[in-house]
């Protein structure tokens, strides 16, 4: 409710807006659309919140089952420890970015003389209200509602984002665990096969990996469409702000309000990308553990199992933008690609 809300007031300013300040109209642009992407993110993880919790299955039985493996259990919290360091760092950056963005608007408000008045002076978020803000407690309250809502919003987005990164590293580990497997198993002399680690079992894990992933895939899919989509557009008008305003008397506040949420947009956008660089390289040292495993120890019908993992490893395991292109690392260079021709053209016209 509160961001139907906000967003009704945002894109009101954003269509009843003066377009002579064009770099404000562009501003208020870029923090609408970011709340728009944290608002379809909510509803696309509701409408597959089923696939959401078998993904929780699967972890909480992939944590039981290993419990009683020394090694196994090492690799899952080491990967866990990860994971938690990772997504503290997330939630540092984007509520960080959101407290100096509304620091560098109460530092514009206070450097100008002219918006002194609370009529005159520039709100945290740009909305369109059904009332004036005509007295000084009417503004406090705007402010200081605008600032709860933008630190649940940083916080929200970095909630989704840590999410992903979480489920990424618990796959980490468990292909760890399938490759440490594989040494163990093709490394006795005996044609035997190891009654811990039985061929069955390794190909039980790799299906329970492949469709952990494809799990992943179905739900972060529209998701890491719909942020390639806004991100982009989010990136250019905001470097367009920041070019902007260097020539302006009060640069320097609009660079801190808008700089770090420059760097948070890209960081988005490199995480879903990298998550998706990652996740195949994994996939390929499935196949590569397979191979260099001494498999030519053991029995032919038990070394039998090499092939099948090798072949369906090649199929790669990995996160797609709207199931059209696969997430890469050069997926992330051309979105700043296009954000940055984008935004020349909009400097061009200006």
Known sequence: MALGTAQICQYGFVIYSDRDNFPEFMDGLSS?????????????????????????QIMTADWQRHTSNQRSTS????????????????????????????????????????????????????????????????????????????????????????LLINLILHIDGQIDILQDWMKRAFSRKESKPSKEITPELLITKHQQIIMFSENIENIYTYIA??????????????????????????A??????????????????????????????????????????????VATKNSRIVLFVVVRSQKRLTITCGKIMDLTLERFTSVVKASASYMSVLLAMY
């Open 252 to 297: 320097e506040v609009i660079v801190v309000k808008s700089f770090m949420f420059y760097v948070s947009m890209n960081l988005d956008v490199f995480t879903y990308c990298y998550a998706g660089e990652y996740l195949s390289a994994k996939n390929k040292m499935i196949g590569d553990a397979a191979y260099n495993s001494l498999w030519y120890n």
């Open 75 to 162: 690799i899952m919290t080491k990967t866990a420890f990860l994971a938690c360091r990772v997504s503290r760092i997330i939630i540092f950056i984007n509520v960080s970015t959101v407290l100096l963005y509304c620091f560098g608007v109460l530092a514009a408000n206070a450097s100008d003389p002219e918006k002194w008045e609370p009529y005159n002076r520039e709100l945290i978020l740009k909305m369109k209200f059904p009332f004036e803000i005509s007295t000084h407690p009417i503004y406090v309250a705007v402010t200081v509602l605008q600032i709860i809502h933008l630190v649940f919003v940083g916080c929200g987005i970095g909630f989704v984002n840590t």
């Open 32 to 56: 609408a659309l970011a709340n728009s992407l944290l608002f379809t993110k909510l509803i696309i993880l509701w409408v597959n919140q089923r696939k959401f919790g078998d993904i929780l």
């Open 225 to 250: 469409f719909m942020i390639l989509l806004s991100n982009t557009l989010i990136i250019c008008f905001l470097g367009f702000v920041i070019a902007v305003s260097l020539d302006k008397p009060n």
